[in-house]
Structures are given as structure tokens and as C-alpha cells.
T-cell receptor
């Protein structure tokens, strides 16, 4: 299966703490993206990192990519209750058709 | 001014029926997608169209037929619905390179 894996599957932290989620994948990629899904909603794009990049920042988000280990991590700093959601990594294939392969997701709960 | 909209939001139907889900995007994107998210939140691509042309067709039963009347619309028709079709179906759109996909709110299909 091409499906990636994320860990942990669930994460519960206190407001203000940092949250780290990891993603592993199996095939060659063009890019890796992270999406957030609030309960009962569609997915929202957070950040994209290209296969030739190692780290990227966007506000309180920091993403790393290690193509030799086929893994990525998403760090959310100074978490807020509003960050409570499911987070998915998705890999873009080299064919550049727009096809994304999603990981299983990490459910993050941030307690106020 | 919703970017990607889907109708209906909920769909409850009996086994064997035929149903359609409509999707529209007003972002001017060339590419549209259908995804299926199961009860474990596993998200898998089904189809993608680029400017009304089928680009991605994953191993989806023939009972599922996408139709793109123009590049702003991608509808999903499902024949002879089965219990296993119960899921949340998401429409998404992106520019041709698919770097960032914009998702609709989802349609929760329940087959009884």
C-alpha cells in the first residue's frame, strides 16, 4: 500500500505546549503537504514542503522533511484550544498529476 | 462566496438506489478531485479531472461515474448503492500542478 503512516494517532496536550506529529511515507515524492481537518469539516491546507527542502516555517508551524528516511514532522508551537483538529500529511507524486496520498492522520486535542 | 461547495451535505438512502453529489468551485482552478473518507478518517482519492478531462481514475467500482460539464463543476453519480459506499465524500480543486488543494465541506452518505 502507498498509504503513509502518522504517529501518534492521537495526542492530547495543554494549551501553550508544543505538539509534534510525525509522518512516514513509502514512495518517491514531489512534495509533502500538511492539512488540518476540524470535526465535520473539509480539509484545510497548512503548508507545503518540496522534496529538495529540509525545513519550512509558517507562523507557529514548523515542518521538516527527511527524504532519506521518507519522513516528515509537523511542529505546532504554543498550541491553542483552536488547534484541536485532525492533522494529515499528504505526499504529492512525481507524476505531477495533483494526486495526493494521505496519511492516516493525527487527532490533536488541546485542552484549555 | 464559498470557494468549493458541495450539495447535498447529508444524503441518506436505501441500498440499490442511484444518487448524485454536486460540486462547484469558483476559484478558477483547472483541476478538480473526488475523495472518499471512511469511518477511520482514511482519505483516498477517487478521481481527478483537468479542464473536463479525466486525469486520475483510481480503482473505483464502475458504479461510480464522475461527470464534468465544465471546469468549475465535477459531479459524482453513484449507481446501485451498497452499504460499503457509506462514507464522507469530499470534492477539492487546485491549479493544474495540484500544489495546494481546496476542499469542499463534504457530503456524508449513509446507505441503509
Amino acid at each position: 500500500s502507498q498509504q503513509g503512516e502518522e504517529d501518534p494517532q492521537a495526542l492530547s496536550i495543554q494549551e501553550g505546549e508544543n505538539a509534534t506529529m510525525n509522518c512516514s511515507y513509502k514512495t518517491s515524492i514531489n512534495n509533502l503537504q500538511w492539512y488540518r481537518q476540524n470535526s465535520g469539516r473539509g480539509l484545510v491546507h497548512l503548508i507545503l514542503i518540496r522534496s529538495n527542502e529540509r525545513e519550512k516555517h509558517s507562523g507557529r508551524l514548523r515542518v521538516t522533511l527527511d527524504t532519506s528516511k521518507k519522513s516528515s514532522s509537523l511542529l505546532i508551537t504554543a498550541s491553542r484550544a483552536a488547534d484541536t483538529a485532525s492533522y494529515f500529511c499528504a505526499t504529492g507524486t512525481p507524476s505531477n498529476t495533483g494526486k495526493l496520498i494521505f496519511g492516516q492522520g493525527t487527532t490533536l486535542q488541546v485542552k484549555p | 462566496d464559498t470557494a468549493v461547495s458541495q450539495t447535498p451535505k447529508y444524503l441518506v438512502t436505501q441500498m440499490g438506489n442511484d444518487k448524485s453529489i454536486k460540486c462547484e468551485q469558483n476559484l478558477g482552478h483547472d483541476t478538480m478531485y473526488w475523495y472518499k473518507q471512511d469511518s477511520k478518517k482514511f482519505l483516498k482519492i477517487m478521481f481527478s479531472y483537468n479542464n473536463k478531462e479525466l486525469i486520475i481514475n483510481e480503482t473505483v467500482p464502475n458504479r461510480f461515474s464522475p461527470k464534468s460539464p465544465d471546469k468549475a463543476h465535477l459531479n459524482l453519480h453513484i449507481n446501485s448503492l451498497e452499504l460499503g459506499d457509506s462514507a464522507v465524500y469530499f470534492c477539492a480543486s487546485s491549479n493544474i500542478h495540484g500544489n495546494e488543494q481546496f476542499f469542499g465541506p463534504g457530503t456524508r452518505l449513509t446507505v441503509l
